[in-house]
């Protein structure tokens, strides 16, 4: 089986704290591969080492085979992978289509090629009537959808996305769907994470669940939970009692 | 609330660390005594050096003080733009509670600064040697008091809560605070340049009565009546010129809020009581309405949301659309590749849009100011031997102001470092870029000194020519230097501004030591000139252009030293590019 991305043993501590624990990942290519995990799990800290925005404390990686470690591979890896991290990567005094302009340029897009996928991608996603705003006058779910933008327009083989959804409307998240069904469709491969669980069961193909830095899960998605649905696995794996209804001794019990 | 402010307070000393608490402390105990020397050496000069002295050397006195203190209350106005209010009216609004009380405790918050903490004492004192020196009706320069700062505080707190209601849009909050930090650097610089530029005609003023005096002491009989009637002019001109600028201070007092201090203690000393009273009535007058004003406003702007969109100017630059010009952004550059010029550009279009730009630019300009003031004053004619020196150290000075984008060149990209982490790109061609991004202001400025030089002191065409030279080889060294620092000791800055954060000591360290070093790293620069003059001391020199064609050789030479330079800076930046991005986007 060929993977797009794999990490051994990849571990991550701040201090005495061990924020992402041995983790072994398996990501086959093609595959729209759905990190789940509680809050403050290790889903970014884990998303930043694959992308090189955190060195692993031990442990490594290999995303579309190359080693991000040596200074070439990792050249090479860039220059493959698209991004959305956790905080983003955006300029204050730059517009969208100048900072888009950037990053195609980085990538040596042609330039007939590079104007016509930016007014593609800013109609698309609706951000052409704010041609004159910088980004510094963004609301995040613009400036989310900017970096998503930035993060296509290379046409990647391999995408990150931490919380690609936070904050952006239901008709952008709707166009954004699409977007990415269409792009694993025709062979790329998307890592992604989420606090959705229900747009993680509608478009992923595998999913794995990281909880206190380990992690406890990862299955195709229809091997997963055996019948019963992706949240019911979740809390499960996280351990909440799914069935346990929450009381307040003032609220009186809900069931009542 | 107030165990909510407390719990807040305590829970960030217990973040801080030790260390800072203790340095928190001990500034307590610094400001403490700071407060009781004020006080005590305003008491100690009033009863002192005051007791005899005329009204009009009492209310100079007060006048330079209120100035004093309404001059460091507006600096600490930038500082307070910068901080929310103690209490934020957005997390209270939906509690029901009165919010009166809130805006007052913001208020009264606003007045721990480091200004009240040594201005007021000082007040106090000075006023207590006002009574103990003129009797029970000097009483009244404690309402004198309380009123002014009354007015200053509540007024500045009325225009802070409406500048804070304005930075509400980000792009223009960022101006804003450029523009009153602009506004204050000049302000303060106002005393330095009217100093040097009138400080000839004073010392001439000065000379002539001299030599009057003199001469007056010097000659006999006729002579010595005439130079003693010149004198007589001389002088009665001299007090003439003092009395108009004493009407003048007068009359500015009267119609100017912020000198009904010095005149209300004035009045009082020369017991027109009435007069005194009226100053401090208008005073807290104006308190009030201030007051009144900015909690309507206050409360009116927490009600109805967020700044006002201007949507017709969107709509406006909706209708725009047509043909368009291709942007800065997508142009490219001759002699360097495509990523290098996306990349300089991209830089640079960051670099004109940021205030902060605009701020730093202020340096050179104030730099530039008083060496031409400094050297339009002098008779230079005979320094033309110095030219050369004083091209560099032009340079150097211009240089040198631009220091805090040169060697912290990642600083201003904040978030956006990221996207240089994410690009396949060599990390040389990222230095590149940032280096070229600064030349139309390195090299700009450098020019400009370089001018003005030329123009003050008019040197040979190869002399001048060779500055070009000497201006693109510093600039290049300068530049490589920056690299460096920028990579080994990067530095986060604040929200808006080129100012470091908090709790980076040994970078700062090394950026101030490192402006230190500049000049003498730009020391072999000079070499031209030293060969210059020794082959002309050997008589060697026969009219060849030696300066010129040594500076091409060094800029041949520090050409090929900035390119072997930059492969190696940018492997370095390669393997410290994480260290960058987490000091550049550390929280706190």
Redesign the interface.
Known sequence: MEYALQSFELTRNFGSFCAVDQVDLKVERGAFYGFLGPNGAGKSTTIKMLTGLLAPTSGSIWVLGQDPRNAEEAMVMKSRIGVVPEDLALFDNLTAAEYLTFVGRMHLIPQGVLQSRIEELLALLDLAKDGSKLTIEYSHGMKKKLALAAALLPDPDLLFLDEPFEGVDAVASRIIRKLLTNFMHRGSTIFLTSHVLEIVERLCTHVGIIVSGKLVEQAPMAELGSGGTLEQRFLEVVGTDAGETPQLSWLGDAQA | MLWMRRRILVNRMRRSGKLSNVVFAGLIVLGALASIASFVFAFWFGVDELQESSPGVIMAVWLGISLLFAFFWFLGLLTELQRSDSMSFKNLLHLPISLGWVFLYNYFSSFLSISMVLFLPGMIGLSMAMVWNAGASMLLCFLLVLGYLGMVTAVTYQLRGWLAKMME???RG?NIVMGLTFFIVVLAQVPNFLNMATSDERMERSMHEHQLIMKTLETKGAEKEAAQKELDAFQLQKAERAASQQRLINLATVSIPLGWLPYGVRASYEGRIWISLLCAFGMFALAGLSLRRSYRKTLAGVVDGGPVRDIAK?ED??VKAGPRKP????RHLPWIG??S???TL?AL???L??PETKMMLLGPVIMLGLFGVMVSNNDLEGRLFWAPMMTLSAMAMSLLSLQQALQNQFGL???????F??????RDIILLGKNLALVPLGIGVGLVALILVQVVLPQDITHFLGGIFQLLSAYMLVSLAGNFLSILWPMRLKGVGMKAAGGQGTAFLVHFLSILLVPIALAPLLIPWGAELYLDSLGWLGGAPVYLMLHIALFAAAFAFYRWCLKRQG?LL?RRE?HI?ETL?REG
Do not use: H, I, N
């Not at chain 2, 942007?327 to 997508?330: A, H, S």
């Not at chain 2, 982490?421 to 060599?426: E, F, I, Y």
């Open positions: 849009d980000k792009r960022r969107q630059s909706r942007m800065l952004v997508e495509e990523q010029s996306a990349m991209m279009r960051a670099l849009r940021a990209d904040r978030d956006g470092f990221r996207a982490l994410l690009s396949p790109v060599p492997a390669q994480l991005l986007t």
